[in-house]
């Protein structure tokens, strides 16, 4: 794995710790203030383009859940070019 793709995996993982410590602001930190973003949820009408929608949907999202914990990735694919990264992993999630 080269530095490129490794500074863009442990982006993801930070995301997942903040993520899963319910911190909306570290979340949003992950995430471009100065370009323009797409970001993808999980379910087929979760499409959002501002930090904004991301926020209130993360805030949604901790209203209903709590104990939220990642397992160990099962599988990924990374690619990265000096401005753009492609980061999909597959990993268990748990909450109540």
Known sequence: MNSKSRAALD???QFLDSYSRQDVEACLS???SVK???LLG???NEVFSSLQY???AFSRDFSSMS???FGEIRH???ESTDTLATVLVELP???E
């Open 76 to 78: 990924s694919h990374l």
């Open 54 to 56: 991301i926020r209130e």
């Open 11 to 13: 982006v993801v993982l």
């Open 67 to 69: 104990n939220i914990r």
């Open 93 to 95: 999630i748990t909450f």
């Open 30 to 32: 992950a995430f471009s």
């Open 36 to 38: 323009e973003l797409k």
């Open 42 to 44: 999980t379910n087929d």
